[in-house]
């Protein structure tokens, strides 16, 4: 069936470091992704999201790329701080899918002072 | 605004016994969606409910799972009787709108899940 997953379970970077968080996808039809930050006691906080018609996003400290040709979706966070710490997962949707999400299985991203 | 909110935060409970799950979504979310987070593995959909309607329960992996959302308000997940892969950490999620609504009114919010445990 349709899956996301992530290359990295674990990720640690030192603190000030740029990160960099894979995930790979397989429903061609999937035209809506998420990156989601959950920490620990939390449920998914939304972070940035990206449409298949665009290939980057920026935010706050962070930058979404989308590569459609090998179905690639990576989050960047820049000068990661101590409070970046948690696990981040991608997801995908497709427009008349009822908005539901698949995820990956999540990376962990450790920040070390 | 108050946000999605689960009951209970924990449960343990033995193998064959029942364990409803409630959950309360962002007032006036007419979506609401069920996940859950199995031995440390992806986030997966369990359902998707339209204010009272069932759209969605593709997701729900048997029978010993019931899902109600009577009168388009809180929702309840039963699980009857609960076996040890049932363990693990239950999401819900509500949104206001669908995702050709633009972000501001299909984004999930997620509640902080139920961490349920079967011995």
């Known amino acids: 069936g349709e899956s996301v997953g992530l290359h990295l379970p674990t990720l640690s970077v030192q603190e000030g470091d740029n990160s960099i968080i894979n995930c790979a996808y397989s429903?061609?039809?999937?035209?809506?992704f998420i990156w989601y930050k959950q920490e620990s006691g939390k449920g998914p906080q939304f972070i940035i999201d990206?449409?298949?018609?665009?290939d980057k996003r920026q935010g706050q400290r962070v930058t979404v790329l989308l590569n459609k040709t090998v179905k690639h979706l990576s989050l960047q966070i820049a000068a990661t701080q101590p409070g970046d710490s948690a696990v981040y997962f991608c997801?995908?949707?497709?427009?008349?899918?009822?908005?539901?999400?698949?995820f990956g299985t999540g990376t962990q991203l450790k920040v070390e002072l | 605004e108050a946000g999605v909110t689960q009951f209970p935060s924990h449960s343990v409970i033995e193998k064959g016994q029942t364990v409803t799950l409630r959950c309360d979504p962002i007032s006036g979310h007419d979506n609401l969606y069920w996940y859950r987070r199995v031995m440390g593995k992806e986030i997966k959909f369990l359902l998707h409910?339209?204010?009272?309607?069932?759209?969605?329960e593709s997701g729900m992996p048997n029978n010993r799972f019931l899902a109600e959302r009577t009168g388009g308000t809180y929702s309840t997940l039963k699980v009857q009787p609960a076996e040890l892969e049932d363990s693990g950490v239950y999401f819900c999620a509500s949104s206001q709108g669908f995702l050709t609504s633009g972000r501001a009114l299909n984004e999930q919010f997620f509640g902080p899940g139920t961490r349920l445990t079967v011995l």
């Open positions: 990206i449409r298949s018609n665009m």
């Open positions: 997801a995908e949707t497709y427009t008349g899918g009822g908005n539901k999400l698949t």
């Open positions: 409910f339209v204010k009272e309607s069932k759209q969605d």
């Open positions: 429903n061609s039809a999937s035209d809506y």
